[in-house]
Structures are given as C-alpha cells and as structure tokens.
C-alpha cells in the first residue's frame, strides 16, 4: 500500500509542521455517472470532496460557500456572528483539483494534444465545471476507523495503523487514465491539522463512467492500441486565509469590490495581502498574510489580520474565540511527499533511444543540459508556479500544461547563489547543487495571490501503465521563527518567516475608513508581543 511506504515520510513532515479542449473523442457516447461528495472532518480540518477530481468546490473566486460547502476551514464549525453580522469563519480554499495532459503517440503535435482539467479551473465570477466535460465520476466511498463505536464500546475493527477517516474518489478522464484519489484525515494531536493525498493514474483507455467499455481499444484486445508521451500530472490548489479575516477587514456592507476574500485589484487577496513561502528542506509551500491593505503593506501592522475592533481583539484573544485576536494567523500549504519516477520520459538529445517529446527548450550550460538528471530525465518538479486567482482552463492549458515552456522557469547557478543560508544547503551552488535544474519558486511573484500549481513529468505511459502521487494539504502557524525559506516577500530569494512574536497595533477609528499610507492614524497598543502573551490561548485552539 502506498500509504505505508510513504508513512516514515509523513511522520517526519508531521513534525516539521507541529472551454472545452478535448481533442481525442470517442468513438461512442459517453456514460457520464453520478456526482457525489463526502467531507473530511474527523481532524481539526473540515474539507469537501467530490468524485469528480474536485476539492473544496469548482474553483471560483466571487462567491460564499455553498450550502455544505466546507472550504479547507481551520478550525471547523467556525461559523460565527460578530455585533450581529453572520461571517461563514475560517475557510482557506477557492478550490482545487489536478490537471491531467498527454498525447498519443501517433498523433504527437501540440494541435492534438488531449487534456483533462479535473478541477481547480475557474475564472473570477464563474466556475469551470470538470463534470461530464474532464471528468466521469464512477465511484466514492468513505471509510471510518474510529477507536471507539458511536455507544462507546472499543472497535474490535479498529485498525491502528490506518487513518481515521479515509475517502475513496474515482474517475475517468479524456485522457484515456482513470484516477483513484485516496485522501486521509486523524484527530490525534500532530496529525490532526493536515490530509493526506494520494492519487493512483491508471493508463486503461477508459474515457466515461462505463467502465465495461474501453473507447481508446479498437482492435479489441481490451487495452488502448497506442503509448502516451508527453504525460504531464498537475497539482493545483488556491489556498487564501482565511475568509473571516478579510470579511472583518473588508466587510460586505463597503460592496462587492471590498470583499477583500474575494478578487480585488487594490485590496484582499489580488496581488495584494498574501505572499506564499516556499521551504525547500521540506517540499513545503505555504501562504500567509502579511499585511492588511495597501498602506499597511511596508510596515506590517496588521499582519495575520487581527481583530480590528479593540475590544473585540482582547475578548477574542483572551478566551480563544474566533481563532484567538488573530483572524488570519493560519499558513495553508501543500507538502510534497511521493512521485512517480519509473515512468519519466529520456528527453536526452544525445542518446538515440530517447522519447519522443514536444519539449524543445532544454536549458543548456557549458554543453550540459542541466535540466536532466543522468538518465535523461527531467528533474522533478517539471513546474512549481504560484498564480493570481484567475485559473481559466485557457490560461492553465497554454502555461502550465502544454510542453512549450516550463511556467516560468528553471534554478540555474544565477538564481542559486553560493553562500546563501538554509537548513539543508539545498539553496548553495556549487558546493551543494540539489535545486540546480529543477522547476524554479518565483519568490518575485510570491504576492500573486491564491494560486499554487505543481507539475510533473513528463512520462511515457504503455497500455496499462500506472503513476502514483501524494502530497498532503496542511495548515499551522507556519514555520519557527529562525527558520528562512524563499518568498515571502519579493524583494529578495531569501526571508526569515514572519513570527507571532510581535506587537499587535490597531486603529482606534472605524475599520471601515480608507486611510491613505501617509495619513497618520490614532492607534493603541494591544500586546508587545503576541504570542509571548497568548500561547496558551493557541494551545488551547489546537488542542
């Protein structure tokens, strides 16, 4: 089982963490099955998922949650009213999903390309739906192994050595791949602020929900007749927090243009409060608020968003409610764990027996192709972008799934220089090269917004071939003060992460007020120091 190989590897994570472009159609119509979804919430975390490649919900920006939409919220039943107005808490998730690329190898050229966009497409007032278009939903199952039966009696089934909450997805694509999700979720402490992924491609043929039918067989050996090349497998996700932040800061009653959760070219989440991290010692990527608004973007006041009302920020920081004084303190991220690296294609130009592929801009240094390993193989990850909230198929196709660029780059010896420090040296060049070649983290476009996309490949898959991935989704208070990662701001590749540790100032006038950056504005100290004085009210919020 995957999750057993790849479970010394979690344990070491959980610590550090403490439209329409189908080219092929079939040749028969397709069966398009039913659309189900089940929810994580067995940990701290509450999470929707569906069997359509979804997670959170269809990816769109302008729009609340829907009824039994749960958006990657931390902590659950965060739902709250604040002097009477309703506010949906602490979500952290416009959507997301994979994206599935790939052509057969007859038909090999960028016009017959064939995709599957199986959620996290979307633009800023309307969805993308993967349903019947990318994907065929064929089954969902939720699996529970709780310790204790709902009377309390022990669970004489109950298997220590599994999750707690598992959810089964499975799917057809375009592609001719059928994908089987496995997510998991704990409520033990340590475990329970993170899920787990794990998605197993299949390479069958199948392109509907009839799984009976192989519409990629024609000559009826039960298998489709040809290879795909160029197969790329994308992960994309928006994590944005958190919805009660930005709704205290830019309420509904100033309009829609000030729902800062929302798409907003001056304020919010476009371009604006947010700057993703990027720690290389632990394939983590995580995002986080680091200012409230344009004025406060040099001095950083009202990092975390934290209560703008005075009175309110005491109460709420002294007896925990609505995430403590700090209402957008969580770091949503993704952690890489596991790729497939038995079926990546030889791009090697000097070897005679190499993969055919559409690739054609291998980065080249003093005559060496620094973008291959030794086996011709293209070092992993093929792409690792963060984006603005828009997230059209159009636009993810053209960048992030077609083989004519790698959105946007590589670390070559320039942009990794010598000397800088980090945990593991993974960042210094020469004396340490484990990044040189590999897709690079655009720290200068850390502040785009929501966006992440995490792409590999390419591979070549045979008839019956299978990929396997996982990564987990997580949340925290990001990580220990010491700790430098790249990003988090866009002056520079290298920032030690924001700490807690730190004053709360907030305005003594109306929250609802535009301020000019220059405008001097009365204010009153909170706290000298956050988390010196309300650790134990975040203990208390995680345990």
Not at 449 to 470: C, H, M, R, W
Not at 497 to 504: G, N, S
Not at 526 to 537: H, S
Request: proline share 6%; aromatic share 14%.
């Amino acid at each position: 089982m995957l999750f057993k190989k790849r479970f010394n590897l979690m344990v070491m994570f959980v610590n550090v963490i403490a439209t329409f472009l189908v080219v092929y159609t079939p040749s028969i119509a397709q069966v398009v099955g039913t659309r189900e979804r089940a929810y994580h919430e067995r940990g701290m975390i509450r999470e929707t998922l569906y069997n359509d490649g979804v997670i959170s919900r269809p990816w769109i920006i302008c729009k609340w949650p829907g009824p039994g939409e749960y958006l990657f919220e931390w902590p659950k039943y965060s739902e709250t009213y604040i002097d009477g107005q309703y506010y949906y808490g602490h979500h952290m998730s416009h959507g997301g999903g994979v994206f599935i690329s790939a052509n057969l190898r007859s038909k090999h050229t960028k016009e017959e390309r064939i995709y599957a966009f199986c959620g996290g497409t979307g633009e800023r007032t309307q969805t993308q739906e993967p349903y019947g278009t990318w994907s065929f939903p064929i089954s969902m199952k939720k699996i529970e192994n709780y310790p204790l039966l709902p009377n309390g009696d022990i669970n004489p089934d109950f298997n220590p050595d599994e999750a707690e909450e598992i959810i089964i997805a499975k799917w057809a694509t375009p592609v001719g791949i059928t994908v089987t999700r496995t997510s998991r979720a704990w409520s033990y402490p340590d475990y329970d602020d993170m899920i787990i992924y794990e998605y197993l491609l299949v390479y069958d043929g199948n392109t509907d929900s009839d799984t009976s039918t192989i519409e990629m067989d024609h000559d009826g050996d039960g298998k489709p007749d040809e290879d795909l090349v160029d197969v790329l497998f994308h992960i994309s996700h928006s994590f944005a927090t958190s919805m009660l932040g930005f709704n205290r800061w830019y309420p509904p009653s100033r309009g829609e243009h000030y729902i800062g959760w929302y798409y907003d070219e001056y304020q919010g989440i476009y371009r604006q409060d947010l700057r993703w991290s990027f720690d290389p010692d632990y394939w983590l990527l995580f995002n986080t608020t680091v200012h409230t608004g344009s004025e406060d973007s040099d001095r950083e006041w009202w990092a975390f968003k934290p209560e703008p009302d005075p009175d309110h920020f005491m109460e709420f920081a002294t007896t925990k409610l609505n995430g403590g004084g700090l209402l957008g303190a969580g770091c949503p991220g993704l952690c890489l764990l596991f790729w497939d690296t038995n079926h990546l294609a030889n791009l090697n130009p000097n070897d005679p027996n190499r993969d055919p592929t559409l690739y054609n801009l291998l980065k080249d240094a003093n005559g060496e192709y620094f973008e291959l390993d030794e086996n011709g193989h293209i070092k992993q990850p093929w792409d690792m972008k963060t984006g603005t909230p828009r997230s059209s198929v159009v636009k993810v196709k053209d960048r992030a799934c077609d083989m004519d660029e790698r959105w946007w780059t590589v670390y070559g010896k320039v942009g990794v220089p010598k000397g800088v420090p980090s945990d593991g040296n993974m960042y210094v060049l020469p004396d340490g090269e484990t990044w040189y070649g590999r897709a690079r983290f655009e720290w200068d476009e850390s502040y785009n917004g929501t966006q992440l996309n995490i792409g590999f490949g390419p591979y070549v898959l045979k008839p019956g071939d299978s990929l396997e991935f996982a990564y987990a989704t997580v949340i925290g208070y990001g990580a220990t003060d010491t700790k430098i990662c790249c990003g988090g701001q866009r002056d520079k590749q290298f920032f030690k992460v924001r700490t807690l540790h730190r004053p709360i100032i907030l305005k003594e006038t109306d929250h609802d007020t535009e301020y000019d950056a220059d405008t001097e504005i009365d204010t009153v100290l909170m706290t000298n120091d956050y988390l010196g004085e309300f650790l134990d009210v975040l203990y208390l919020l995680l345990y």
